[in-house]
């Protein structure tokens, strides 16, 4: 007999899955760099227009057919046409891809988190050198922030091509965090359940904490200013439109096959056109305000640059032309200069290469996204704020909350189809078939704990999953809209919810939603042809900094491979099934 199907305690449990898996770090770190990026402000006026076009109706789409075929994204694609199970294999190697390397993002956390409790902070200041005569020269040529990121977090390689040995005390916390998962997947929805209370509630907690001291911090308002001042000239720039479909469509985890086998647990009359609508707009509503959080903080922290590089200016001149202590302030810092350089012009000549040219407006543009906002711009703000142990262990409790939320999805997009499979479920219960998956992937992530495992992390987030989701969720809307027919599926929506879509869902998914997709589709890839080699970011510790440099002939290799993988199991899993049912049909007219 088969087992009946689990189910959500109820539907509020589901929303917070879903809010717990679409709400994540991009919400932190991607979308504030957007804004900073494209028109401040402004940038909200296509970020919307995206939502309304692409991102509600998309993810509507995905919740009703996940509740009205209750099965994992293989299964439900299956139903809807057999020709289609390689979408459902192709969002699961996606999904796998991505978990190898998502979970390495709440190892970095679980680091961070252990290392905030130490008074001062490990990154408040440059270590010594080995001789105790200054600090050390890599740190001494970069900021402290950095240099614990990149020599004492991931102890970076000059290249990709030096792989480096495992660091045991990254590759300890990556186990952990699999641990962590393993534990919140163990039992299914009954215990994942559970957790999305917590992972999806407590970083609104952190966040409205942060925004109230971060509002109260010198400088905030110079960041908020700078946030919500719209440059409209950035609306005529297509890359701006480009990156809000893009935000729009990665940050509500679309394709993935997540949010399919999140509402394969539904009860069939539960309302997804209401659950769709809440969960975009709650997500979006939470980038929007993680970046007030991150812009008050981000002008704190370019407002304390600015004074500090003020202060060091101020003390040169008053040292070297022996001014009276207090003659020169910031105020009058401007008019000094042009006396100092009309009455001593060839001393200031030879001292004009030490003088810094200290700007807000600098500090302010200055654009950092990714890890490099997580790890290194808060938690520079962080050193310098009054209990600065406490906010440091809440802002990585907090990551560590969006980063397993996050990963609970992943995994559900890559378990539920397993789980489904007869074969499987009959020879091996639940928690066996979690175990293997969290194993190999916990395995293969070790990869990412190399001193060049930074490198393939950011080969793996840059190229595993962008063109495969676009094209999966282009395949899915034409499969529902012209292959299972938008009337069957407008009467399937009639039986779960009572009432028909109305013509606004209708056009997004027929005509909207696939034509932007196919845009962007195009757009991604004359972008790489037109980039020719493929390069990256590379730490150099001889000059403190990023270098860019050309990716090997064999990292490119395997940047094609991770998209031809999961892409090429849409159109080879339609012709296995044209050549097996040629084969049958083949052998029943011979009987």
Not at 51 to 58: D, K, N, T, Y
Not at 248 to 260: A, H, Q, V, Y
Not at 457 to 472: E, P
């Amino acid at each position: 007999m088969e087992k009946p199907r689990p189910l959500w305690d109820n539907p509020l449990q589901f929303i917070f899955a879903c809010i717990s898996y679409a709400v994540g770090l991009g919400n932190v770190w991607r979308f504030p760099y957007l804004c900073q990026m494209y028109g401040g402000g402004g940038f909200l006026i296509p970020y919307l227009i995206m939502l309304i076009v692409e991102g509600m109706p998309l993810l509507y789409l995905e919740l009703a057919v996940g509740q009205h075929m209750r099965q994992g994204s293989i299964g439900a694609w299956k139903i809807i046409s057999p020709y289609l199970s390689g979408v459902g294999i192709a969002s699961v190697v996606v999904s796998f891809f991505l978990s190898m390397y998502y979970n390495v993002i709440n190892a970095w956390a679980f680091w961070y988190l252990f290392h905030s409790f130490q008074d001062p902070l490990p990154w408040a200041s440059c270590p010594l050198n080995s001789n105790y005569t200054g600090y050390d020269e890599e740190c001494a040529k970069t900021s402290s922030t950095q240099y614990f990121w990149y020599r004492k977090t991931l102890n970076i390689s000059p290249s990709i091509e030096e792989y480096g040995s495992i660091q045991w005390e990254q590759a300890v916390c990556l186990i952990l965090a699999w641990l962590v998962v393993y534990l919140c997947i163990l039992r299914g929805t009954e215990s994942a359940g559970k957790v999305v209370y917590v992972t999806a509630s407590l970083p609104y907690l952190v966040l409205i904490i942060y925004l109230i001291r971060g509002l109260t911090l010198h400088g905030a308002v110079n960041g908020l200013i700078y946030m919500f001042t719209p440059k409209l000239e950035q609306l005529a720039n297509p890359k701006t439109w480009i990156n809000a479909a893009t935000q729009i469509f990665f940050s509500l985890g679309l394709g993935f096959g997540s949010l399919i086998a999140f509402a394969s647990y539904n009860e069939p009359n539960n309302n997804c056109e209401r659950h769709a609508i809440i969960v975009s707009l709650i997500n979006s509503s939470t980038s929007i305000f993680a970046s007030i959080v991150t812009f008050s903080i981000y002008g704190f922290k370019a407002t304390f640059n600015y004074e500090k590089c003020l202060s060091k200016v101020i003390l040169l001149l008053t040292n070297i032309f022996d001014l009276e202590e207090g003659a020169l302030t910031a105020d009058n810092l401007d008019s000094m200069k042009d006396y100092l350089t009309s009455t001593y012009p060839n001393q200031y000549a030879e001292l004009l290469p030490q003088i810094k040219n200290c700007s807000l407006e600098a500090e302010l543009d200055t654009a950092v996204q990714g890890t490099g906002l997580a790890f290194i711009v808060y938690s520079e703000a962080i050193k310098n704020m009054e209990v600065s142990q406490l906010y440091s262990v809440l802002y990585f409790i907090m990551l560590l909350m969006l980063g397993i939320g996050s990963m609970l999805g992943n995994t559900a997009a890559i378990l539920t189809p397993l789980t489904d499979s007869k074969f499987l479920s009959t020879h091996l219960p639940k928690e066996v078939i979690s175990g293997i998956v969290c194993f190999i992937n916990c395995i293969v992530g070790l990869v990412f704990t190399m001193e060049a495992g930074n490198y393939w992390f950011d080969i793996f987030n840059d190229y595993g999953a962008t063109l495969s989701l676009l094209l999966i969720v282009l395949v899915e809307t034409i499969a529902v809209c012209y292959i299972y027919g938008l009337r069957r599926f407008e009467k399937d929506l009639l039986l779960m919810l009572g009432h028909k879509p109305n013509w606004y869902w209708k056009i997004m998914w027929a005509f909207a939603s696939p034509v932007l997709i196919i845009s962007l589709f195009i757009f991604y890839l004359t972008d790489y042809i037109r980039t020719g080699t493929l390069q990256y970011q590379a730490w150099d510790a001889t000059q403190g900094q990023l270098v860019t440099k050309d990716y090997p002939s064999y990292a490119l290799a395997v940047i094609g491979l991770l998209v031809a993988a999961s892409t090429m199991c849409i159109p080879i899993g339609a012709l296995i099934i044209f050549i097996t049912k040629k084969l049958k049909r083949s052998v029943s007219t011979l009987e």
